[in-house]
């Protein structure tokens, strides 16, 4: 008799459970029981995805022959656009993202989470967001959200995540304030001097090149702010868009100029709709405990991040660049490794976004990055 890999069998249900309880211990958990949990996951994705177990065949890869966690095979974001890559049946589906880079819903390139996987992610997420953006908060904050709502962009990750954080975070005035006309620059100044007059701190949150596009605009008007103490901003996505190339230093050096919050209260956040975990700098949280650190990402206790080199991918030597591949135990809902087309390199606890692969901007890639494997933990 085969095991049963449903979603309502022990084993998964158990799975469940048991992620479920990591992922609530939030970032100091116990990080000693990711691998065993891993291959838990890899074994029903394995057994559940016909797509995915085809695809670990092929590399001569299955259950109970591998050794380490990092030997599980990841898959590219690029599989998720031609293949339905859930491990239960689309009709259990709670909710539909689209895949980065997909706009329209044509039944593929899509992200599908069960009722219980969508509340892994929500949970994750919520966490990490207390943690990383709101450690020192103490009470709801006003959260102006340069993305479209869900009702405007349905399926769109960063717009129901946002909705997650205004509901945990933000006060009853708190907007999202991308329209389908585009960003509603009246509103957002008059919620900005609002706060400026009131001394009340908010939060802006919104999509990297909403914010390139807003500190254009203000160098265009010559105009700055003073947003009051405990003011916060939080971008996400990358720096080279529509608006024009902005490196994260750059972007950081304008927020401090243009809205006079401390270097600590910017903190850029990255995820993608392949994979469930969102990732922050670790800068605010820092700031908070009294620690100086490198400014980086950090993996938490569900998940582990690995470099591998974008020609023959294998892992490279620690600090050298490459490609940035994601395990994520809130994936259970669809694949548990992604490959990206992301670069970056590790550093001392954890790693940095260096731009996407052949990109001009990005770094390029050398011949030293082929080596021995080196992951995060």
């Known amino acids: 008799m085969n095991p049963d890999y449903s979603l ?20 100091d958990g116990d990080r000693e029981l990711f691998e065993e949990l891993a291959f838990r996951s890899f074994e029903l994705h394995y057994h559940a995805n016909e797509s995915y177990r085809n695809f670990c065949n092929k590399k001569g890869i299955k259950p109970g022959c591998i050794d380490h966690w990092n030997r ?11 293949n339905v890559l859930a491990s239960f049946p689309e009709s259990k589906a709670a909710e539909k993202f689209f895949t980065s880079g997909t706009t329209v819903d044509t039944g593929k390139g899509s ?6 996987g969508l509340e892994l992610t929500l949970l ?18 006003r959260m102006l959200l340069l993305v479209p709502s869900p009702e405007i962009a349905p399926g769109m990750g960063m717009a129901r995540g946002l909705l997650e954080a205004k509901k945990e975070f933000g006060t009853e005035d708190s907007a999202f304030l991308i329209t389908k006309e585009g960003m509603d620059i009246e509103a957002l100044l008059k919620g900005i001097k609002e706060s400026e007059e009131s001394g009340r701190p908010i939060c802006i949150v919104g999509a990297t090149g909403g914010f390139v596009h807003l500190s254009n605009y203000c160098d265009h008007m010559k105009i700055k702010f003073h947003l009051p103490e405990g003011s916060r901003i939080c971008d996400g996505g990358g720096y080279s868009g529509r608006f024009g190339y902005c ?3 750059e972007h950081i050096k304008r927020c401090v100029e243009y809205f006079e919050v401390p270097e600590s209260m910017c903190v850029n956040t990255y995820g993608m709709a392949e994979s469930a975990t969102n990732y922050f700098d670790n800068s605010l949280r820092d700031a908070k405990r009294g620690i100086k650190n490198r ?44 490959q990206t087309d992301n670069l970056g390199r590790l550093v001392e606890g954890g790693f940095e976004i260096l731009g996407r692969y052949k990109n001009k901007d ?16």
């Open 8 to 27: 309502d069998s022990p084993f998964v249900r158990e799975l469940d459970l048991e992620i479920k309880a990591l992922i609530k211990a939030g970032p």
């Open 124 to 141: 994750a997420n919520r966490i990490v967001t207390k943690e990383y953006l709101f450690p020192d908060l103490e009470e709801r904050i």
């Open 111 to 116: 992200i599908l989470k069960d009722e219980r």
């Open 362 to 377: 990005a770094v390029p890639v050398t011949e030293e990055m082929i080596g021995h494997g080196h992951s995060t933990q």
């Open 295 to 338: 400014r980086r990402k950090e993996d938490l206790p569900w998940t582990r991040t690995i470099i591998v080199n974008p020609e023959t991918f294998e892992q490279v030597p620690f600090g050298e660049t490459g490609l940035l591949c994601h395990y994520d135990l809130c994936n259970r809902p669809m694949i548990l490794g992604v």
């Open 247 to 249: 490196p994260p230093e």
């Open 72 to 82: 599980i095979h990841p898959v590219p974001t690029s599989m998720f656009k031609d």
